[in-house]
């Protein structure tokens, strides 16, 4: 990362609409234990909805307001690392699933209704990186964005940024601010209506071969240093250290006890809750 519009004001202040990100949850194959590292992380509290009689979706609650969700892995899912799903809300998901071939992407998922709350789809843009679209029925997303132990940013790190450039302005008729980073290479600020919607930046050179293109979640915490403390305290990891965005805050990479892999950003400044 590097200098960019700060991700803590993107969604200040706004309504949930079409062309950014309103919500992630996470598929997990101890939902128990992910309940328990997340809530200790965050203080989050659970509402669990089942799905079946085996299996449930845990809203996760911050005084009271939805901020994200988790669930147990899918059968073909079972072995896999669990992985947090970033959700870009869109007007249309059938017709804008429909365009996803035309413009390099794969479609994993076909348009399907989510009870009576909304209607998704799951795709991969032209780089292989995997992310939901959601249309809103009546759940728009979470109730609170960018405060504390919420969503504040959604990043693909690309294995071909610039086809990903072409998908997703292309698909969502986003623009682009790009800048450059201190390690090299530069950042790329998808930009809906001239304000952030998401980020991007290539695959750096020493991942190794076989990682894919990913979507990936930060969520916001008060402190950063605390944070990463407790993530260590209560099993997890820490893979890449505190480390200045810029302008914008301070961010780390870290991954839950079970491999999940997300990243806790400190902003400089905060917006005004709503």
């Given at each position: 990362?590097?200098?960019?519009?700060?991700?803590?004001?993107?969604?200040?202040?706004?309504?949930?609409?079409?062309?950014?990100?309103?919500?992630?949850?996470?598929?997990?194959?101890?939902?128990?234990?992910?309940?328990?590292?997340?809530?200790?992380?965050?203080?989050?509290?659970?509402?669990?909805?089942?799905?079946?009689?085996?299996?449930?979706?845990?809203?996760?609650?911050?005084?009271?307001?939805?901020?994200?969700?988790?669930?147990?892995?899918?059968?073909?899912?079972?072995?896999?690392?669990?992985?947090?799903?970033?959700?870009?809300?869109?007007?249309?998901?059938?017709?804008?699933?429909?365009?996803?071939?035309?413009?390099?992407?794969?479609?994993?998922?076909?348009?399907?209704?989510?009870?009576?709350?909304?209607?998704?789809?799951?795709?991969?843009?032209?780089?292989?990186?995997?992310?939901?679209?959601?249309?809103?029925?009546?759940?728009?997303?979470?109730?609170?964005?960018?405060?504390?132990?919420?969503?504040?940013?959604?990043?693909?790190?690309?294995?071909?940024?610039?086809?990903?450039?072409?998908?997703?302005?292309?698909?969502?008729?986003?623009?682009?601010?790009?800048?450059?980073?201190?390690?090299?290479?530069?950042?790329?600020?998808?930009?809906?209506?001239?304000?952030?919607?998401?980020?991007?930046?290539?695959?750096?050179?020493?991942?190794?071969?076989?990682?894919?293109?990913?979507?990936?979640?930060?969520?916001?915490?008060?402190?950063?240093?605390a944070s990463i403390t407790k993530v260590r305290?209560?099993?997890?990891?820490?893979?890449?250290?505190?480390?200045?965005?810029?302008?914008?805050?301070?961010?780390?990479?870290?991954?839950?006890?079970?491999?999940?892999?997300?990243?806790?950003?400190?902003?400089?400044?905060?917006?005004?809750?709503?």
């Open positions: 990362m590097s200098t960019k519009v700060a991700p803590s004001k993107l969604f200040a202040n706004a309504e949930h609409h079409a062309g950014c990100f309103w919500w992630a949850d996470l598929a997990t194959p101890d939902v128990d234990a992910a309940k328990r590292f997340y809530g200790e992380l965050f203080g989050w509290a659970y509402d669990d909805q089942p799905i079946d009689e085996t299996s449930y979706y845990a809203m996760a609650k911050l005084d009271g307001l939805d901020v994200a969700a988790m669930s147990g892995q899918r059968q073909e899912m079972r072995g896999m690392p669990p992985i947090w799903t970033t959700y870009l809300t869109v007007d249309d998901v059938d017709t804008t699933t429909a365009r996803v071939p035309q413009l390099g992407g794969t479609i994993v998922s076909e348009p399907f209704d989510v009870m009576d709350v909304g209607r998704m789809s799951v795709i991969q843009d032209a780089s292989g990186a995997t992310v939901a679209l959601w249309q809103t029925i009546t759940h728009p997303g979470a109730a609170a964005i960018s405060q504390p132990g919420t969503l504040t940013w959604s990043e693909v790190i690309a294995r071909d940024s610039a086809a990903a450039e072409r998908f997703w302005t292309g698909l969502m008729g986003w623009t682009t601010d790009k800048m450059p980073m201190p390690q090299g290479g530069e950042y790329t600020t998808f930009l809906h209506d001239g304000h952030p919607a998401a980020g991007m930046m290539a695959m750096p050179a020493d991942m190794p071969a076989e990682t894919p293109s990913a979507w990936m979640v930060y969520f916001a915490v008060a402190d950063l240093d305290d209560l099993g997890g990891t820490v893979h890449i250290p505190p480390t200045p965005a810029g302008d914008i805050g301070t961010f780390s990479m870290v991954e839950d006890p079970q491999g999940g892999m997300f990243y806790l950003m400190q902003p400089h400044e905060w917006p005004e809750p709503e």
